[in-house]
Structures are given as structure tokens and as C-alpha cells.
């Protein structure tokens, strides 16, 4: 059976009507899911635009498959975050054992480099810094209190019992043991780790997290900014200062490191932003920590790109991925010395 | 590289053959001075460890070992920042001679 039969099939169980899908194409990208575009009417409805986002064969560690994509997705969209809420959940559509689920095509912009340095994408940067904040407040109000069932317990490590997780501590962890499992050992990352482990924050709030904050998982209008927040695999109970912190990652400025968050704004206004939209004060020297901690995290997810072409995946994005591990070592250690070192 | 991308039609195939050739650049770079990279790095790492005896790799496992015990002290570990960092920077040099390896300056 082709795949645009199953999910035919699959639609029209989901909806109780007639399904005709006109197209269904590939979409390139993507380390952990395959994304499609497929076309298709659902009874008399107008013909619709939509993505399928299924399960691939790899995964990467601490990302959610497509049904814990769908569930956070469904909880983000409850409380009013801006992005295309997941219809239609079904298994062994694409590949048996994987999960896939539709979700509304969004129109706009999502390559980094091209948000931050086109110059047409100007009027949309003013307005980022504000709309982004206002989003993360929503996803920060989604708590275990609020929503227990979120992630079903011990999948990962911060799946825990939430009455007792400290997401730094977890995460900490986390990566040391990552780091222990590489076949070389990297004593700047082991350096940066200890620190860390030195300077760990009094308290971390426990909330949603996004995970992976950052241009690049947004979708963007020239003129009216932020279409959509995308990609929810890294979704997870952490602390708001991980996202806020992810952002202003060196390497997530896409050149424009005098705009530390996201290449197009500076900090101040985005903090003042979120303070105002989540009610919460904003600690300057709590997000330098994860700073670091973010460095080191992507620094250690380049290093496993690496391994995975060892491993026999032989796309050689991954080695580029995985030499480019220096650059985020080298920033978190430059930033164990203050902001200004 | 430049004279094979213009005739792959493939837009894909052309990305990748533009990360083909900049390994192919990243290798050859790094084997015209790996020599004295090598050297430098293991004597930065050396006086770090006086005690200890090895290859910079047998070293940095050391280092990386002491770190992960948390065994330095305020003063060993400033020293093992400043020594990693200049390692690390001797190879961006090289790998990516364009990276700014000095803090950025933001804007307020």
C-alpha cells in the first residue's frame, strides 16, 4: 500500500469522512523525524496544506518521538503558544513501530542565516525580541502541577519525579556520562562540567521548556515576525533560564555576535520582555550559568553527530556538525571568566 | 570543488560537495602544522601535570580525569583554563582562522 493510501485511510478513520490526498513529497532536514508535505481535501472542507511529521530511524538522546511530540504540542496549544496544534496521531504510517501526526503548513522563513542577515527580515527582527518572550511565558506556565501526565515517567532522565527533579543536577549529570561515553576524552568540556558543578544555581523552578529555542525553530514573516514556534522534540521539564540562556548561544547569532539573542536583539529588552509576559525576574548571572551549560550541551550533541557517522550513518553533515565542537568549547570556557573575558 | 559544484545540478548534492571540500581544506591545513600544534599543546599540558608522563592524549585523559574527581584546586584549575583555552585557540586557528576568539562586544 503507497503511503498516500494508508493515510487516506488513516485520515478518513480519524475524521469519519471522505480524504483525497493530491500530493505527498519529502521534505529534506530533519536528525530525529522525516517531515512530508502532502495535500489533501477532508470532505467538503477546503483543500488544505498540511505536514506530516513522522518517527525516522534514528533519534537523537533526550528527543521525544512523535507521540511525546503530540502531547506537548497539545499542551502548548492549550495555553495559547503560537504553534500548528497536531491532528490526527497515528503509528505504522510511515515505517512500522514510528509515529507521525499532521500539522498546519505555516508560511515563512525558518534558515537562521536568512532571518538574521536578509535585509527584508528587518521589520521582523524589531519585533522578535517581544513576540518570542511572550511566547516562552506560555510555555514556562505549562508545569508538572498543571499537567503530571506530560511525560510518562523515567523515559528520560528529567522524566522523573518531579516533586524531587532538579533539572540542573539532571541535566549535569546527563552530560558527564555523555562525555564519559565518547571514545576521547574532551578535559576543556570536563573543565567547563566542574565548574558548573561548583556554581550550581540556589533554585531552579521547575516548568516546560522548549528545549531547543533558537533561529532556526522559529517560522518567520518579513513584516509581522513570528509565525510559529517549531520542533518540540527536546521538549522537556527544566528551567526557564534554559531557554532563555539557549537563545543567546554564540552560535545561534549566525554572525551577529554584537545581538546576543538570536543575531537580532540585545539582551535587555528581551529580558524586560519576558519579565513583563511571565511575571518572573529575570537573574542576569543564573543565565550566564546556563549559558555555559548550553555551550557545553551543544558542544557534546556536535560530538554524538560525529559518532553517528562512525557509526556507519555516512552523511558527512555530521563530521562538519562534529569538528565545529571547538568553537563551542572554546566559548564556554571564554565565558567561565565573566562576560567579558 | 569549484569546478565540479557547477556541474551538479542537485542543489543537495552541491551542499554537500561544498562540505566535502572544506574538510578536504580543514585536513590538509591541520597536516601542514600538526607537528608543532601537537608539540605546544602537550608542553601547555605538561606543565599542568609535572607529574605525569605521556602523549597529549595520555595527558589530556588525565586532565579530564582530574576534572571529572573535581580534584583541582582554585589555582590549578585557573591554570588548566588558561592552558585549554590557548589550546583550543591554536586549533581554531587553523580549523577556522575567521572565529573572533575574543569575547564579542554587544550591543547595550
Sequence with gaps: MSLADKLTAHVAAATGKTVNISKVDLLPGGACQENYKVELRVGDDAAETLVLRADSKGSLPGSLDRAGEARVIGAACAAGVKTPNARWLGRDLTRAGSYAYFLGWVDGEALGRRVVKVEKFAPARALLAEQLAAELAKIHSITPASHPDLFPVGVRPTDRDTRTLDPCRVLLDDLALSLNALSRPRPALELALSWLRAHLPSHSEVTLVHGDFRVGNFMVHEESGLQALLDWEFARWGTPAEDLAWITLRDWRFGRLDLPVGGFSPREPFYAAYERHSGRKVDREELRFWEVLGNVRWAVGSLYQGRRYVEGERDIELIAVAHRATEMEYEALRLLGGPNA | ?108
Design chain 2, 1 to 108: 570543488m569549484n569546478d565540479a559544484r557547477p556541474a551538479l545540478g542537485d542543489p543537495r548534492l552541491a551542499f554537500r560537495a561544498l562540505i566535502a571540500g572544506n574538510l578536504a581544506r580543514l585536513v590538509a591545513a591541520n597536516l601542514a602544522v600538526d607537528e608543532k600544534l601537537e608539540t605546544e599543546a602537550t608542553q601547555r599540558l605538561q606543565l599542568l601535570l609535572p607529574n605525569q608522563t605521556g602523549d597529549r592524549a595520555a595527558l589530556e585523559a588525565d586532565l579530564a580525569q582530574l576534572l571529572r574527581q573535581d580534584a583541582l584546586d582554585p589555582q590549578a584549575f585557573a591554570a588548566a583554563r588558561t592552558a585549554l583555552l590557548a589550546n583550543l585557540a591554536a586549533q581554531l586557528s587553523v580549523d577556522n582562522p575567521l572565529f573572533d576568539l575574543s569575547a564579542p562586544k554587544e550591543s547595550p
